[in-house]
C-alpha cells in the first residue's frame, strides 16, 4: 500500500461550525504532514508530526488543531474557521521525518460559509 | 529562510516540443530538491528528486532536471512532451541538515495541444 488517503473530499462548513479532517497512511511512515493550498498558490506547510509528536507548528491559528492518534493517523479538528480558510487541505507522509520524500494524499476541498 | 522561483506560471507546447521549466531557489547551503506534479483532478505525484550524488537526476516518465549549484538552479526537462503531460508542476527544495520543511515554488502550469 503506498497511499495517503484522505477524508472527506469536499466539506463545506459554517463560521460556527466544528469538524474534522482525517488522513491516513499504511505505509509504516513516522511523519505526517498538513498542507494547505489556496487556489493558484503552492501548497504550504502548516504542521508536522514526527513518531506522534508535533515537531513543527508554522504559526497556525488555534482554530486548526492537529492530532496524531497513532503513527497510521493524522487528523485535523477546524473550528470556527472563517471564509479565507477555505482551501485544499493536504496530508503527507514520510519514512521518520528526515531528509526523505513526501508523499501526499488527494486532499480535502474545504469551503466555508 | 529558502524560497524558491518558477518562472513561466504557463506554457503552451504542441505534442512532440522539448520542454524546460526553470527553478531557483535561495539558500546558501545545501538543499534537496525536488519536482512534483499535478495532473488534473489527480495529487500531488514526486516526479524526481535530488540529494547527492549526480547532478543530472532522471524521473518517470522520461522527466529529468539538472543541478547547477552555481546557479542555484534545478530545471526540469523532457526532450518531447505528449498530450498527457498536460498538469501542473511544482519545484521545491528542502534545507538539508534533518529539517522537514519543504518549502514550494508557485508552480508552473503546462498545457500540450495534440
Known amino acids: 500500500d503506498t497511499e495517503v488517503t484522505q477524508t472527506p473530499k469536499h466539506l463545506v462548513m459554517g463560521m460556527t461550525n466544528k469538524k474534522s479532517l482525517k488522513c491516513e497512511q499504511h505505509m509504516g511512515h513516522r511523519a505526517m504532514y498538513w498542507y494547505k493550498q489556496k487556489a493558484k498558490k503552492p501548497p504550504e506547510l502548516m504542521f508536522v508530526y514526527s513518531y506522534e509528536k508535533l515537531s513543527i507548528n508554522e504559526s497556525v491559528p488555534s482554530r486548526f488543531s492537529p492530532e496524531c492518534p497513532n503513527s497510521s493517523l493524522l487528523n485535523l479538528h477546524l473550528h470556527a474557521l472563517q471564509p479565507e480558510d477555505s482551501a485544499l487541505y493536504l496530508c503527507?507522509?514520510?519514512?521518520?521525518?528526515?531528509?526523505?520524500?513526501?508523499?501526499f494524499g488527494p486532499g480535502t476541498r474545504l469551503l466555508v460559509l | 529562510a529558502q524560497s524558491v522561483s518558477q518562472h513561466n506560471h504557463h506554457v503552451i507546447l504542441s505534442e512532440a516540443a522539448s520542454l524546460e521549466l526553470g527553478c531557483n531557489y535561495s539558500?546558501?547551503?545545501?538543499?534537496?530538491l525536488f519536482w512534483y506534479v499535478q495532473y488534473p483532478g489527480q495529487h500531488l505525484q514526486l516526479l524526481l528528486k535530488y540529494f547527492s550524488g549526480d547532478p543530472l537526476v532522471k524521473g518517470i516518465k522520461g522527466f529529468e532536471a539538472e543541478f547547477i549549484k552555481s546557479k542555484f538552479s534545478f530545471n526540469l526537462r523532457k526532450p518531447s512532451v505528449q498530450w498527457s503531460d498536460t498538469a501542473e508542476y511544482f519545484c521545491a527544495v528542502m534545507i538539508s541538515g534533518g529539517y522537514q520543511k519543504v518549502t514550494f515554488g508557485i508552480g508552473t502550469k503546462l498545457q500540450v495541444i495534440p
Open positions: 539558500y546558501g547551503g545545501t538543499v534537496n
Open positions: 503527507a507522509s514520510s519514512f521518520s521525518g528526515g531528509e526523505e520524500t513526501q508523499y
